[in-house]
Structure formats: C-alpha cells, structure tokens
C-alpha cells in the first residue's frame, strides 16, 4: 500500500527539477524535464519494491545524458540519485543485493560511452553520489529494526506483566475461597454438634440448651461475617 510519503518527497524532488529546467539557460527543455519527472515518478514504489523502482529511478538519471541533457548543468538529478541509491539500502532487506545494484549503476556511468578504465577520481566522485546514501540508508535500516525489536520486546514484558497480575489475581481468589471454605465448614461443624448437645439436653437442661443454641448462633454469625481479615478488608 502506498503511503503519503512514499509519493510526497518524489512529487516535491519533481517540483524542484522542474523548476530548475526552466530556469537554467541553455537546457533542453522537453528532455531535462523528462530526466527529472520519470525518475521521481519510478521513486514512488521504492518501498515496496526498492529493487526494482529505486534501481530504474537511478539509472534513468544516470543514462540521462544519451537524451540530450548536460550532467553537469541541472542540480536536482544529483537528489534524486541520493534518494534512489539511499532507498536501496533503506528499504532492501539484503544488503548484498543493494550493493551490486550501487555497484552496477557506477559501472554504468564508467562505461556508458565504451569500456575504459576511468581515473581514481572519476570513481571516488561516482561512488560517493552512489555508495554513500546507499550507506546511509543501512544505518536508518539499522536502526529501524533496532527500534522494531525494542518494541517488540517492551509488548512482550508487558504482556507478561500482565499474564503475572492475572495469575497472581487468580491465586488470591483461591487462596481467599480456601480459607472462606475453611471457616464456613468450621463453623458448620460447631453447629451441627451444639445442635446435636441441645438435642440431648432438650427437657434436662434447659441452661445447658441455652448456651448450646447460643454459640449455634455465634457460628452462624461467624460463618455469615467471615474471616477477621476479609471483615477488615
């Protein structure tokens, strides 16, 4: 899916271009235009398929000049050859593959007008155009998956941070059911045997039944009230 960005900064490189064509004397007008416009258009898919858009972008640029168009004239094609070169190592995943793009574009520029040994010079001044937003673009890359991993760790502890409250929430509850478990059976053995006493005492002892349902009403109270610490909490 193509974003905002991904057509923003080419259609801004193409303003610019367009702009420098027409006043810069002495340039072809159809041509350089047609050298700034395709390449920043061929730009918007450099990150979907950077190896194929940014790599035809760049070389679009660079064979450029077998159209009529001075290299040395218009500025804004050195841009948009750092954006193609910097794509390539931004949004290519195998930077092998990058590089022998970047390394191919330079040959191309070297032996485009027949197959000589260009001076030290010549590729220091290509590789540089080329090679070093290449380079850039592995750093952001870098750093972009830095940033994707940290994330991706700091969802998982939170997740875990959440799996141990859940657990520990859980444990409680059960620790809690135990213990109100506990009382109420306690309390409901206190009363079934002062229940089964006041039986035994019925028509004897009156007193004795007294205290017999007495503490059967302190169990009862007891079990409908609960732990001291549940009453508290």
């Given at each position: 899916?193509?974003?905002?960005?991904?057509?923003?900064?080419?259609?801004?490189?193409a303003l610019?271009?367009?702009v420098?064509?027409?006043?810069?004397?002495?340039?072809?007008?159809?041509p350089?235009t047609?050298?700034v416009?395709?390449?920043?258009?061929?730009l918007?898919?450099r990150?979907?398929?950077?190896?194929v858009?940014?790599t035809a972008?760049?070389?679009?640029?660079l064979?450029?000049v077998?159209?009529g168009?001075?290299?040395?004239?218009p500025?804004?094609?050195?841009?948009?050859?750092f954006a193609?070169c910097?794509?390539l190592?931004?949004?290519?995943?195998?930077?092998?593959?990058?590089?022998l793009?970047?390394?191919?574009?330079?040959?191309?520029?070297?032996?485009?007008?027949?197959?000589?040994?260009?001076?030290?010079?010549?590729w220091l001044?290509?590789?540089s155009?080329t090679?070093?937003?290449w380079f850039?673009?592995?750093?952001?890359?870098?750093?972009a998956?830095?940033s994707?991993q940290?994330?991706?760790?700091a969802?998982r502890?939170?997740e875990?941070?959440?799996?141990?409250?859940?657990?520990?929430v859980?444990?409680?509850?059960?620790r809690i059911?135990r213990e109100l478990h506990?009382?109420?059976a306690?309390?409901?053995?206190?009363?079934?045997?002062q229940a089964?006493?006041?039986r035994?005492?019925?028509?004897?002892?009156e007193?004795?039944?007294?205290a017999?349902?007495e503490?059967?009403?302190?169990?009862?109270?007891?079990?409908?009230?609960?732990?001291?610490?549940?009453?508290?909490?």
């Amino acid at each position: 899916m193509v974003q905002r960005s991904d057509w923003l900064v080419p259609a801004a490189l193409a303003l610019l271009g367009v702009v420098e064509v027409f006043t810069v004397d002495g340039l072809p007008k159809l041509p350089a235009t047609l050298s700034v416009v395709v390449p920043c258009a061929l730009l918007v898919g450099r990150r979907q398929l950077p190896l194929v858009f940014a790599t035809a972008s760049a070389a679009t640029l660079l064979l450029s000049v077998h159209i009529g168009v001075p290299d040395d004239a218009p500025t804004m094609p050195l841009l948009i050859l750092f954006a193609g070169c910097f794509a390539l190592g931004r949004h290519e995943p195998t930077w092998w593959r990058g590089a022998l793009v970047v390394a191919a574009l330079d040959l191309t520029v070297h032996w485009s007008f027949g197959l000589r040994f260009p001076p030290l010079a010549d590729w220091l001044w290509v590789a540089s155009l080329t090679f070093v937003p290449w380079f850039f673009g592995r750093l952001v890359l870098a750093h972009a998956l830095q940033s994707d991993q940290l994330a991706d760790q700091a969802r998982r502890l939170v997740e875990e941070q959440r799996h141990v409250a859940e657990r520990a929430v859980a444990d409680e509850r059960r620790r809690i059911a135990r213990e109100l478990h506990d009382v109420i059976a306690h309390s409901v053995s206190v009363m079934v045997v002062q229940a089964g006493a006041a039986r035994e005492l019925l028509g004897r002892d009156e007193a004795g039944v007294a205290a017999s349902l007495e503490e059967i009403q302190r169990s009862g109270r007891a079990a409908l009230a609960g732990p001291s610490w549940l009453a508290r909490s």
